[in-house]
């Protein structure tokens, strides 16, 4: 059974501080992806990481992906209060369609 | 107007009461897929279609059903609803070809209170 687990699951920061958000999963898989969800509302797909060693970089948040240690990081560069949303990792078991999401991380970021 | 739409969006009913989900695609993709979720639990699949003809279980399909009326028209039925079905219910598409086939677009989300 696929498990995926994120940590941290609540992050408070101060606006321009960089962090880590970690994502672990516990079998082999070569597909993970990012989504944000603001508040009452759906997910925002952010990155899709279709390989060993892949990085995408948008704005103040980059991803990577480490299919051999099963861990993926979404790193915030210079936090700012609009990032505050929850961030989930969704790890793919069936070609991107049976995805496993982890529990997410509840991102606030004060002024 | 919204790729992928879901109604209702927000739903109040009793224990033992059946009702359906509804979600519609302008997208013209092929795959399509119900989720709920939980606090704290992310998101979790419940049923997953890649055609008309092909619907699939998730993780978690027990007391729920589906049927895929049209390529853009994917329904969620609760046939006898529990309070432990309370969740937020989401609905996402998939393309095969393209961009659009490394990932899935969610809808707005429906959320269901069973009393």
């Known amino acids: 059974e696929l498990k995926v687990e994120q940590n941290p699951l609540f992050l408070s920061m101060q606006e321009g501080k960089n962090y880590t958000i970690y994502c672990n999963y516990s079998t082999t898989s070569d597909r993970l992806y990012w989504y944000r969800q603001d508040p009452g509302k759906s997910l925002e797909s952010l990155f899709v990481?279709?390989?060993?060693?892949a990085v995408k970089q948008e704005g103040r948040l980059m991803a990577s992906l480490d299919t051999k240690a099963r861990l993926s990081t979404l790193h915030i560069t210079a936090a700012v209060h609009d990032l505050s949303a929850t961030y989930f990792c969704?790890?793919?078991?069936?070609?991107?369609?049976?995805?496993?999401f982890g529990g997410g991380t509840r991102l606030m970021v004060k002024p | 107007d919204a790729d992928v739409t879901q109604t209702p969006r927000n739903r109040i009913t009793k224990t033992g009461k059946r009702i359906m989900l509804e979600c519609s695609q302008t997208?013209?993709?092929?795959?399509m897929y119900w989720y709920r979720q939980d606090p704290g639990l992310g998101l979790r699949l419940i049923y997953y279609s890649f055609d008309v003809k092909d619907i699939n279980k998730g993780e978690i399909s027990d007391g729920y059903s589906v049927s895929r009326q049209a390529q853009a028209k994917f329904s969620l039925s609760l046939e006898s609803a529990i309070p432990n079905q309370t969740a937020l219910y989401f609905c996402?598409?998939?393309?095969?070809?393209?961009?659009?086939?490394?990932?899935?677009?969610f809808g707005p989300g429906t959320r269901l209170t069973v009393l």
């Open positions: 969704a790890v793919d078991r069936n070609a991107g369609n049976m995805l496993t």
């Open positions: 996402a598409t998939r393309g095969t070809s393209g961009s659009s086939y490394n990932e899935q677009f």
């Open positions: 990481l279709l390989s060993n060693g």
């Open positions: 997208k013209g993709h092929d795959r």
